[in-house]
C-alpha cells in the first residue's frame, strides 16, 4: 500500500470518526411542528470528504455513519438510516460531482447552492413515501406538513451546512496541506480575488439561517 492510499485511509476513518462524533453531540431540532427531525452537523464533515476525495467516498462515509448511528443512538432502525443516506446524498452528491468537474471557489459555491436546492426538493419526495413507514403516521398527515414542516426544515438544515462548509473548507485544507495529507494545488487568481467576497456571503447565509430559526422558537 503506497503512502498516498495510506493517507487516504486514515482521512477518511478520521472523517467518518468526527462525523459520527457531530452526531452523538448535537442533535437539535428546531421546527416546533416536526420537532422529530433535528439539525446535525455531520454533513459538513462528509461535504470535506466529497470536496478532497470525490462522491463516491463521501458515500462511503455517509453509509458508514448511518450504520453505525444505527447502531447505537438511532431509535428510528433500518428505514432511519436509509433516510439519513438519503438526506446527506442528497446535498453532497451534487456538490461534490460539481466540484470535481470545476475545482475553484465558484465551483465550489455552486455545487453547495445546488446541493441545497436538490435535497430539499428530492426530501420532499422521502419524506412523503419513507416518513409514514417509521414513524407510523398517515401519509395524508405527512402530506399536509411537507410545505410548513418539512421544506423549511430541510432548506434552512442545508443553507446552514453549505455556509459552514464554505466558510471552513479553505482553512481546513490549507491545514491538510501543511500537514502533507493533502497534495498542494496552485491557487487561482479566482481563489485570491474572490476569497473575501465569498465569505461575506457564506456568513450572511449563516446569520440568516440562525435567525429564522430563533424567529421560529420564539414563545415556543
Do not use: H, Q
Amino acid at each position: 500500500m503506497n503512502a498516498a492510499k495510506t493517507k487516504k485511509i486514515v482521512l477518511l476513518a478520521m472523517f467518518s470518526a468526527i462525523a459520527y462524533l457531530t452526531v452523538f453531540l448535537l442533535r437539535v431540532p428546531f421546527i416546533p411542528a416536526v420537532d422529530f427531525l433535528k439539525y446535525e452537523a455531520k454533513d459538513v464533515i462528509i461535504i470535506f470528504a466529497g470536496f478532497i476525495f470525490g462522491p463516491i467516498s463521501a458515500f462511503g462515509i455517509s453509509l458508514v455513519v448511518s450504520l453505525v448511528e444505527m447502531m447505537t443512538i438511532s431509535t428510528t432502525g433500518p428505514i432511519g438510516a436509509l433516510m439519513n443516506i438519503l438526506a446527506t446524498m442528497s446535498f453532497v452528491l451534487p456538490s461534490a460531482i460539481i466540484y470535481k468537474k470545476k475545482r475553484t471557489l465558484s465551483g465550489a459555491a455552486l455545487g453547495l447552492v445546488l446541493g441545497v436546492v436538490f435535497m430539499t426538493a428530492a426530501m420532499l419526495m422521502w419524506n412523503y413515501f419513507i416518513t409514514p413507514l417509521y414513524m407510523g403516521w398517515p401519509r395524508e398527515a405527512v402530506a399536509e406538513l411537507l410545505i410548513p414542516a418539512f421544506l423549511p426544515f430541510n432548506f434552512i438544515k442545508g443553507a446552514l451546512n453549505a455556509s459552514i462548509s464554505f466558510l471552513l473548507y479553505k482553512p481546513l485544507s490549507s491545514a491538510l496541506k501543511k500537514a502533507k495529507l493533502m497534495p498542494e494545488r496552485e491557487v487561482s487568481n479566482e481563489t485570491k480575488n474572490m476569497l473575501l467576497p465569498f465569505n461575506v456571503c457564506a456568513v450572511v447565509v449563516l446569520i440568516a439561517a440562525i435567525g429564522v430559526i430563533v424567529i421560529l422558537n420564539i414563545g415556543k
